[in-house]
Each structure stands twice: as structure tokens, then as C-alpha cells.
């Protein structure tokens, strides 16, 4: 695999329009064991985010992954904000000054992201959070040492199909106890968009 | 004299506008700087208007930081990382009450240690 500027940026647009005709979804998903906001969150900060790329130029990938980390911050009001956030501020300080992102170093940027977020939610795995989802990616992307596009779409849907069954420990859901099991998590819903539209980007690439 | 500043983080702007209120009844020379709700005002929280708020605070006492729920820490704790001002901290203790005590603590003159310990013992000392 190789990510230059270009793909980075499509991954983005196509992560943007898998959220935005999933708002509601997303939404309803939300209000069953949330407050509701997390479709209104990312739609809101994923085309800020488009924005900005569109309307900047980059020299290097971190730049532009910079500029989504700092869009994602200031723009979503919850809980998604700061967690995406630091997913990418951390994917971005990984990969400083490289042109063309090669597939250890994508593994090693997602590794650092998901430490970030981690920190960042003091939450592990098995909380029903988006942990629940970029974990599960880290352990595949280890195992593999070519990056089968396919397989990590489909690797990020089970994850996100798992959090059904979870009772959640973090984030509002938390408060719901044990009302929270056979809901699926929002935050790994909109996660599972995220990888599903960097498989297709990849896919492309092929 | 200065006196430790304090921020209040809330995903409403009526809660921290509220809180303020009740701390100045009773504690006017304190600075008190709100982050209520998103850049839209809307609820939620934001880390640029948390940066601002310790911006507005700041002197040398330092600046405590109270928070309510889940991003109001999250963004709270990125906004410490992010300032180059030393004498910034979160403090785990209930919003409302929390910053209160810390308020009447700062007006008395106290560092920004005694403030924070008097905060999160906040239930203990009534
Ligand atoms: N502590 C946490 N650690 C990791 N992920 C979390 C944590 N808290 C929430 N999340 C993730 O964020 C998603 C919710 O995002 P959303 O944008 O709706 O924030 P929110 O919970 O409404 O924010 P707030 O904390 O401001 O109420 C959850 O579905 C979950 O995946
Ligand atoms: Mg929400």
C-alpha cells in the first residue's frame, strides 16, 4: 500500500459522504443510549473537515492530517471531537515529513492513534467505545504485512457489529448499565466509516 | 494581589453562566472565566473557548479548571496540554460545589495547591 496527499484526502471525502447519508442513523443510534448528538457531531466536523482540504495545499501527509485533527477539535462538540481529534494529531505526528506513507508506517500511525485515544478516553478495549472498533484494526494490521483493502472493511464491520453485545463502562452510554447491551455503539459505527472509506481509497489505489 | 483564577466547562452555557452567578454573590475579585457549550452555542464543549477561558483567568496564582461531563474533561485536559502557562490544572471535584469552595479559597488568598485541595475535599468540610 502507499498513501500520498491525494488518497489521504479522498479518504476523507469518502469518509465525509458515509456520514453525511448516515446522519440520522447515526443519530438514532445515539439516542438510544446517548444524548443524541453524535449523527449532528460528524456530520458537522467531517465537512469542516472537507472544507478545509479542499480550500488548503499540502506538502506532506501529516499536514493534511494535522489540519483534520485541528478542524475535528474546534468543530465537534462531543465527546468525538477530542478523541478523532487526537486519533489524528497523533496519525499526523507519526508520519512528519514523509511524502508517500508506506504500509509499516501507517501501521505504526495507527497504533500511536489508538494509544492517543485511549489516553485521551481513559478507556480500554471491551468499554463499548470506538476502542472497540480501531483496536481490533491495530491487531489485524499487525498480523498482516500487506494491507488486503477488503479484509479491513470487513475486519472493522465485525468490531463494530461486536459492540451490540457489550455492556458499556464509558462514555454516556456508561450511565445506562446494563440498558446499554444490544445497542450498537455510535462512536464505533462512525469508526467503521472511517475504515470502510480508507479501504475503498485503497482499493482504488490497487 | 492576585487570587487563582478559575474556569468553569460545561456543555450548557446557562449552567456555567449560573454558577458564576452564586460565586459572586459572595466572591466578586476572583476571576471567573466561562466555557460553555460549542463554538455555536450549542451543548456541548469546545477546547478553543476552554483556551480562551485559562487565557482570561491566567496570572500567577495559576488557573483551576472544573468540568461536568465526558468531552468537558477530555477537552479540559487537551487544553491544559496545549498552553505553555505552568500553573494549570484540572481539578476532579463536583462542578457546582467544587468551584465554589475554590472561588472562596482564591478570595482569601490562597495558593493555587490549597485551592485545589480545599475543591476536591468539598463535601468532607461541612
Ligand atoms: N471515554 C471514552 N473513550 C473512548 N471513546 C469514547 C469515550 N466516551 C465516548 N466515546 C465514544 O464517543 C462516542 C460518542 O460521541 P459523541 O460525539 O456523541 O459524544 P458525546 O458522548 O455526546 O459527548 P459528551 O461527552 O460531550 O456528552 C461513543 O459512541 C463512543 O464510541
Ligand atoms: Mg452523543
Redesign the interface.
Known sequence: MELQIKQVISWMEKTNEKIQSNKEYLTSLDQAIGDGDHGLNMARGFQEVVNKLSSSNYTYVSDVLKDVSMTLLSKVGGASGPLYGTAFLKMSTALKGIETVDYPQFKKAVVEAVNGVKERGKANKGEKTMIDVWEPIVDFLQKQDNLEAKELESTAEKAMEATQDLKATKGRAAYLKERSIGHLDPGSVSSYYIFAALSEVLEEGA | MSNVGIVLISHSPKVVEGIKDIIRQMVPDVPVELAG???DG???????KIQNAIENAYNEKGVLLFFD???AM??A??AVEMTDYEKVKVVKAPLLEGAYVAAVESGMGKTLEEVEKAARNVFDQT
Do not use: K
Not at chain 2, 450549542?42 to 478553543?48: A, H, L, P, Q, Y
Open positions: 457549550g460549542t463554538d450549542s451543548i456541548g464543549t469546545n477546547v478553543e461531563l465526558g468531552s477530555m477537552n485536559e487537551l
